[in-house]
Nanobody
């Protein structure tokens, strides 16, 4: 499956952004979708994931209560709604897909999008 993330940009602290992940190629609904991010000089870290039918979601502690992951299998789209953004949320955000739920184990994800840059100014 090919993934393309979009929706990043520059936003002030406290603002919101909605990232999108467009999937093509294979059946998107067969895959668990995850979002990761990488801040400058830091390792890639897990943000959130969502099961195939959207019935279960998981979030990293730093984003709990602020970010919402969702998906629309009919449109082959995944989303990450980011609210109450903080400067420490700055980084490149990647969507990824895997057939077996791996949570924060990034090396196990089979497919990755190219990333979209989110910059949160203070």
């Amino acid at each position: 499956v090919q993934l393309q993330a979009s929706g990043g940009g520059l936003v002030q602290a406290g603002g919101s952004l909605r990232l999108s992940c467009a999937a093509s190629g294979r059946t998107f609904s067969s895959y668990i979708m995850g979002w990761f991010r990488q801040a400058p000089g830091k390792q890639r870290e897990f943000v959130s994931d969502i099961t195939r039918n959207g019935g279960s979601t998981n979030y990293a502690d730093p984003v709990k209560g602020r970010f919402i992951i969702s998906r629309d299998n009919a449109k082959n789209m995944g989303y990450l709604q980011m609210n109450s953004l903080r400067p420490e949320d700055t980084g490149v955000y990647y969507c990824a897909a895997v057939r077996v739920r791996l949570g924060d184990y990034a090396p196990g994800y089979e497919y990755w999008g190219q990333g979209t840059l989110v910059t949160v100014s203070s």
